[in-house]
């Protein structure tokens, strides 16, 4: 055979190969505004894919779906088309409390059903949710014979980015869980990163990749495994398969939000849209509002939570708190360390907790009272040092105790390493294990919907991450979730200074925060100084979402700075409009939002260590009405550097729609504004 005829013969082979491993689309649908198109393939071995395209250019190329299984064989491969369905869907809800009062939820869905001939018939369905502004899709198992109950050990889902990008992102499974620095890298550099990662690409466009619905399931993290290609990594179990499940069940969503630039990111209600309804019914006993607490001060080393001379929350110390509060119009005051347990190696434990009894120091129902009659409330709180087994014995009993005293809201705290959340296991027995396991996420559902059978409002601290269920579990109203204020007291380093604009546009797409904002005095314990000006404290009343805020600093910095403490004793928690003016990761952002009892409108803007000033259009106001806009701005040698970081300037200015604002940012600055409508 000549050399000419093996390589015609090797050719022809090669065709042959090639054809019969070639892709075969076999569903697809585009967003209702046509910007967004998805398509899902099946190759010659049966094996499932997807890709996402976006006003006709590929943003996630052919990724891989399916699963391996410990209890059957794995479905991957195999797979032919059952049947498909398209429907469109477009309606609004109302959000008890939130960002905007008002959202829209209009999409395409996709649903594509495949089975595996060779494994008895066995069924799986992909659903697409495909909006304008992005994609979710979750795998639906149906109950049936040949897979009674499924125990997954891997999820194969693929999100292959189609272009270069840089991504923001912290590592998963590390020892503070999600309190590490928002790192930025190029994508192809990632390691093992917790979700949302948020990425911009070559060209500029922006997409953050999450996961919505968490509910019974492993969290979702995502490994970089070649190039530009991240795999799904479930969140392990410490005793077997990382999700077990009986039945008909379906997965989270994975989401991409997708946008021109970072601000039409944080615009997106995709996470919220694809949660389930409100399941408690009326929530209206739901208050957003601010709040004060023995807190800060412990940080500040000035008291403690345990017994002892300085014990921080005594009944006089708390009365002075409710004092400070009912003058100021908060409704809040937290007090932590109030129970008895604090002695011990809490952080590694948590086992000497008792969630009833509290310090001989402490009158809890005294207290209560004489908040209730100063038109104010305490905010319980429970930390449990991630000992989920003695906390959920105590549950009931410490909820019906909070419910007795009018104590209606609780933050609960889950101090603990990474790995190292103690609890029981499937076989009865004491298992420790990740906090965003199967078994974590089961416990964070559980502490909620308990406590909402007592009206109850949670506050979660070291929790798992925020997937949207506060549409499901309104009272979930907020959570941490990353590294918040306190790391400027004692945090080795502190907050970076671009800590804001990389949270604005990462963790805060994900939900509320309670960052614990407004520290007036910005310094921490043995003096460290804050990558803060006071203006940038009052901006982030805005930009930082919560309808539970603190203001975290202690009562005597207040009554020592009355012209910023003003903007923190008006700025709301609740917002009827958001619009996400301009802004970038990393470097800046500028937030405008509407009170949503009143016609008031509320500005906030953060710089990192670059000083910028930034056009403000005022068009988000309404046409015809003058505004007097109240201006809290970095003075003119303001620097988060030296002393002139509490250079503030607070000014008065009379505004319409028509007009434009020039923000003057200093290095480490911001600036906050309030809009009241004359009459």
Not at 35 to 49: A, F, M, N, P, T
Not at 332 to 361: C, I, K, M, Q
């Amino acid at each position: 055979m000549t050399i000419c005829r093996i390589a015609a013969v090797l050719a022809a082979s090669f065709t042959l190969s090639f054809n019969a491993w070639a892709q075969q689309v076999i569903a697809s649908a585009a967003s209702p505004g046509k910007l967004i198109d998805v398509e899902v393939q099946v190759d010659g071995g049966g094996k499932l894919g997807y890709a996402v395209k976006r006003k006709g250019k590929e943003v996630i190329g052919l990724s891989r779906l399916g699963f391996n299984l410990a209890n059957a064989h794995k479905l991957d491969g195999g797979f032919t088309l059952h049947r498909q369905a398209v429907t469109d869907h477009d309606s609004t809800w109302e959000q008890p409390w939130g960002e905007r009062q008002f959202v829209r939820n209009r999409y395409r869905e996709l649903r594509v059903e495949v089975e595996q001939k060779k494994q008895g018939r066995r069924r799986l369905a992909i659903v697409f949710r495909i909006y304008d502004d992005g994609v979710g899709f979750r795998y639906e198992f149906p109950d049936q014979p040949q897979l009674r109950e499924v125990e997954i050990t891997d999820e194969l889902t693929e999100f292959t980015v189609a272009k270069p990008a840089t991504a923001w992102w912290i590592p998963a499974a590390e020892l503070p869980g999600l309190e590490e620095e928002i790192r930025k890298a190029p994508l192809a550099e990632i390691g093992i990163a917790n979700t949302p990662l948020t990425l911009r690409l070559d060209d500029g466009t922006h997409i953050a990749f999450h996961e919505a619905a968490l509910v019974d399931y492993a969290t979702m993290w995502l490994r970089k495994v070649a190039g530009q290609k991240l795999r799904a990594m479930l969140a392990p179990s410490s005793y077997g398969p990382a999700v077990v499940r009986k039945g008909a069940f379906s997965t989270p969503w994975r989401t991409m939000q997708i946008a021109d630039n970072a601000a039409g990111l944080y615009m997106s209600d995709l996470v919220l849209n694809l949660n389930e309804p409100n399941k408690l019914g009326d929530v209206s006993w739901l208050k957003p509002s601010k709040f004060v607490g023995v807190w800060w001060e412990m940080h500040l080393q000035k008291g403690t939570w345990n017994a002892g001379p300085k014990h921080a929350a005594n009944t006089a110390n708390t009365k002075r708190y409710i004092d400070f509060a009912a003058k100021n119009g908060f409704r809040g005051v937290l007090v932590e360390g109030w129970n008895l347990g604090w002695e011990s190696d809490w952080g590694h434990g948590g086992a000497d907790f008792s969630f009833t009894r509290s310090y001989p120091d402490f009158d809890l129902a005294g207290l209560a009272a004489y908040a209730k009659s100063k038109g104010v409330r305490l905010i319980g709180h429970h930390e449990t040092g991630g000992n989920l087994p003695a906390y959920e014995k105590q549950m009931d009993a410490a909820y019906k105790l909070y419910a007795k005293h009018g104590i209606d809201s609780v933050k609960s705290g889950y101090v603990h390493e990474a790995g190292g959340m103690l609890f029981t296991g499937r076989d009865g027995k004491p298992r420790y294990g990740h906090y965003d396991s199967q078994d974590g996420v089961r416990h964070f559902q559980k502490a909620v919907t308990e406590a909402a059978k007592y009206r109850i409002a949670i506050d979660t601290h070291e929790p798992v991450k925020d997937t949207g269920l506060r549409r499901t579990y309104p009272n979930w109203m907020t959570r941490e979730g990353a590294r918040g204020v306190e790391y400027n007291a004692w945090g080795n380093p502190p907050n970076s200074v671009d800590h804001e604009a990389k949270l604005v546009f990462t963790r805060m797409l994900s939900g509320p925060m309670d960052y614990t904002p407004g520290v007036l005095s910005l310094v921490g314990a043995d003096g460290k100084t804050f990558n803060s000006t006071q203006a940038k404290q009052l901006a982030n009343f805005v930009v930082i979402y919560s309808p539970l805020a603190m203001a975290a600093d202690l009562p005597e910095n207040y009554e020592k700075y009355p012209a910023a403490f003003k903007f923190i004793r008006d700025v709301p928690t609740d917002w009827a409009d958001t619009r996400v003016m301009d802004g970038a990761v990393g470097e800046y952002a500028t937030i405008a939002r509407r009170d949503r009892n009143s016609s008031d409108w509320y500005v906030g803007a953060v710089t990192d260590a670059q000083a910028r000033t930034l056009a403000l259009p005022l068009s988000f106001l309404d046409a015809g009405k003058t505004y007097v806009a109240e201006i809290y701005r970095d003075g003119d040698g303001a620097d988060y550097r030296s002393e002139r970081r509490f250079d503030l300037v607070v000014e008065k200015r009379s505004v319409t729609a028509k007009d434009a604002l020039q923000l003057r940012l200093a290095p480490g600055g911001g600036q906050a504004i309030r809009f009241t409508q004359q009459q």
